[in-house]
């Protein structure tokens, strides 16, 4: 037979290797005609040598060789013997992507298609042959994608503390030269510009010199903290009672500590970022309850931040055309949660009744309803119309004033807010109520049947919701001064639905990371983030996390409190295996060590 | 129903002439039910013979259009389900039906979710523990991640939690493995013998007279059999209809 005349190593899982170089190259070809290597190419990463642009499309290589070799987790001890083989199909997907540059760099080169496809353009092309012709560019791309599928899959070869250097390293420099413009701000604070000034180049992104430093130093400290940090965090879980609270003070106490103290060294822009960060957050812990704990799907949630926003321009505003008198803006947020009570109790009693589908989409409807009548010239006399209301006051404190002009008050403001927010959260989902609102979650018929009165628990999460979106539509007409009913599109609703499921549901320290990651680095639906580069492609990016995370992690990036304290570590390993989840080796082979063995696990087989 | 019961005691629960409708379709017609303290009664049918709706009726998720649903000498037809919990009848669902993502003390602690009195709540879950050692073992798990007999075990407790009078057993052989049916019927039996008064709705007919004081038979929505178990073993009707012999 021919097959036993194949060495071992030879024996790849072709259609496998087919399947991903494949894909990989579609993903080259797609990522560059919506625009991201010419668009995100004078942005430097290493000066002289890698724009965003371009590391725009090496990335897919890189993990696509890395995905090739991957074996299905099984009770989480992954592929038992990686070797040449992994490697070899790391390769070979890799040359297999480098059919993507090939058919860009032929194709543009060839036919005209720039009516349709706006990127299929000159610039693109010089971009991808490296402005030295076509035969050059191609072998380039080749060698490009081959290399790097190899140290993809060779991923799998190296040792673990190799592994662990190495893609400390890579995060490590990508983080820093990324967040350039943050760490400048940072840097200015603290009077450290030097470093800086050093660091960067003058066109932006790391010098080599420092690259090459800042890699050993990533490199070393590494290998330092190895375990530690897993160790720090398996200690905290690990303790009980008092002295897990004096912990959770001490945390609490220090993350308090940082965030009144970092915004005095923060600039502008960081502290606009911040505040509107803290924005969204408000609106996610709300929405957190509404979906995340109670399992109703609001896709309207947008209404509620409108009437905040709306309530207070009336109340507040010099030039709301019925409401003459200036309210302050205390009075104001009285008036503006009790209106949102109200508002979450007329929407939310006829709507609650459906399930599923149904409520999302009524609730969806509601959104755009309320947008749309402020926008109306019925209720111009009333709310302006599609002029809105300006000239929103300041809030005037007393010992100080937060306005838009000065995003650090905005930001201290919004913090105050939050921590309400947070302790509520959290006191709420401990509470008999947000028990209640779990089991509706689970299972509404069954609940009903424990007595739970499951249409008046829905309302109070919808009425919950409401109050703290209206509370940051407030916030949001002081700050920016004036509210426009175009400030609140469903593009509004649907991006903090995505914070919340990207954070993970239901779970509050879940939130507060997907607020930060996505609103902190990617952007609001029109405030920018981190990343400003991406902002035309910010709705793209938090589509793909969305079915990403849909499909592999749908407990979200932080998986939920309940989950990991609670459960066994056998339990967990189950869990992860029924799901597909993928692991680290180090972290699945650990687990695997603390078990001992597979009893416990017949039950679910 | 034998002539002491009817004179001693008042039922716990009693349907009197109980009619219900889904829109035109008339559902249970003129049934007649009582169960007494202690007993273990089942009511048996096949498909479609009304057994579901009438744990529905018991429990207020559906309203009959005529006759009386009463609990303890009150009649409670237009009570929500949140008050009859209150008052004395718990359901434990068919196929179990556990909040799965929520843990196991929590789920028992939703059963209680009616429950004021904090102390008594904690000497309940410690009898759920004494009653199902296996369950206590398993506290912070996840419910979903258990057995399916360790499930039946919660789901009991669950429904135990809120110190009903009569627990409402719906279809509890559905869905286990033969030899878990055979362990899930002893638990009710033991239950039982505890002084729980106990409704239990069943296809495996053979299996619920095994246990049962009483049964009743339901067809198409009228009540046909109304016998003590062993004359329902007997009764050649039966026999041929639901214990599956020619």
Redesign the interface.
Known sequence: MSASATPAWFQLDWRRVGRWGGLCALGIVLVSLIGMPVGLDRRIIIEGRLSLGYLALIWMPLLFGYLVPKRIVLEGVENPDPGIRDVLAGLCAGVLAGLGPLLLILGIDNFNLRKPLVNWSPQLLELLTFGRGIGYGVAVWFAICAVLGLVGSSMHVLPANVRRVVSFIAYGLLFISVLEAAIDDLSEGFGLESLTDAMYARRGGLTVKFSIILAVVIGVLSIVTKGRVKGAANHYKGLQGAERKRASMLLFSGVTALCIVLPMFLGMIMNELLANVGLFLLLALGLNIVVGLAGILDLGYVAFFAVGGYTTAVLTSAESPFFTPELHFGFALIVVVAMAGLTGLVIGAPVIRMRGDYLAIVTLGFGEIIRLLFMSDWLKPYFGGAQGITNVPHVDLGFAVVKGTDPRSVFYMVLVLCVLAVYVSWRLQGS?LG??W??IR??E?????????TVNAKLMAFVVGAMMAAVSGAVLAAKVGSVFPNSFMILVSIIILVVVIVGGMGNIAGVLVGSFVLIGVLGGPRQPGLLQEFQSYKLLIYGALLVFMMLKRPEGLVPSA??SQ???QE?FL??AWLKGEDHDIEEAAEAAAAVGGSEGTG??A | MSAEQSAGQTALLEFRKVNTHYGAVHILKDVDLAIYPGELVCLLGGNASGKTTTLKTL?G?VIPTSGEVVFDGEVVNHQ???Y???NGV??V?ENR?L?????VK?NL???A??RKDKDDIEADLEYVYELFPRVKERL???SG???GG?QQMVAIG?ALM?RPKVLLMDEPSMGLAPALVQQNFELIQQINDEGMAIFMVEQNANMALSIADRGWVLQTGMVVLNDTAEALLANPEMRAAYLGEA
């Open positions: 008999r028990r209640a779990m089991a689970e299972d018929q069954v609940a009903e049947a424990m007595g739970i009165n309940r989950r609670e459960l066994h339990e189950q869990d039950d679910q | 429990l998720m929500p389900t949140s009859r919990v209150a718990t359901m669902p039906r909040f799965k993502r929520l843990s929590e602690v939703l059963g979710y009616l912070n798990q996840k991640t258990l057995s360790e669950r809120s």
